[in-house]
């Protein structure tokens, strides 16, 4: 049972344009959103993220959007850039728990010159 | 070192062997995760540490996964009687006491044959 669903397994994008990745979750306990993003061979790093007491955070191109009553965020990327290409995973941590992160199963991005 | 540090980046290793997969976490962090990725799924949470506290273990598969944390510093990760199942990259990440943002490494890709 998918705590995290990222539906789109991957997502194309022309150069300049805005890239919209999504991501829902199903556990009302979680209060922090986070979205990594990955290269091949390579770890996740992280990119952004948003306090449940929060809606919106912003940082230069990127910006996290939260709508808890809807449980889903979503990462906007704006402009896009070929350097974006990576995979994109959206992760959530639980009030009281560990830190340990869930992770959805991730976006492929691509951004095309 | 300024990052995380797995070694090693590739391990292919014939089922039934025992493995050791090392992480060196960022200097000064006292939080440490394990977690894996098999193929086309998201991150799977193994096993966390903090500082002298006894590690949160809920995450780890079966009994053949053990974990330990030497110096509240380098982990050890190690796998027993290697199953083909158990192919995939393991990724370790650290984190400040009390953050929710973590830092990972370049993983270890794990393949059973």
């Known amino acids: 049972d998918q705590q995290v669903k990222q539906n789109s397994p991957s997502l194309s994008v022309q150069e300049g344009r805005i890239s919209i990745l999504n991501c829902d979750y199903t556990?009302?306990?979680?209060?922090?959103f986070l979205w990594y993003k990955k290269y091949p061979a390579e770890g996740p790093t992280f990119l952004i993220s948003?306090?449940?007491?929060?809606d919106k955070n912003e940082d230069g191109r990127f910006t996290v959007f939260l709508n808890k009553s809807a449980k889903h965020l979503s990462l906007h990327i704006v402009p896009s850039q070929p350097g974006d290409s990576a995979v994109y995973f959206c992760?959530?941590?639980?009030?009281?728990?560990?830190?340990?992160?869930?992770f959805g199963k991730g976006t492929k991005l691509s951004v095309k010159p | 070192g300024a990052g995380v540090s797995q070694s090693p980046s590739n391990k292919v290793t014939e089922k039934g062997k025992d493995v050791e997969l090392r992480c060196d976490p960022i200097?000064?962090?006292?939080?440490l995760y394990w977690y894996r990725q098999s193929l086309g799924q998201g991150l799977e949470f193994l096993i966390y540490?903090?500082?002298?506290?006894?590690?949160?273990k809920s995450g780890l598969p079966s009994d053949r996964f053990s974990a330990e944390r030497t110096g509240g510093s380098v982990s050890t990760l190690t796998i027993q009687r290697t199953q083909q199942e158990d192919s995939a990259v393991y990724l370790c990440?650290?984190?400040?006491?009390?953050?929710?943002?973590?830092?990972f490494g370049a993983g270890t890709r794990l393949s059973v044959l």
């Open positions: 200097s000064g962090h006292t939080a």
């Open positions: 540490f903090q500082g002298n506290s006894a590690p949160d």
């Open positions: 990440a650290s984190s400040l006491r009390g953050e929710n943002i973590q830092y």
């Open positions: 992760a959530a941590s639980a009030r009281g728990s560990q830190g340990n992160l869930i």
């Open positions: 556990n009302s306990m979680f209060d922090y």
């Open positions: 948003i306090s449940s007491i929060k």
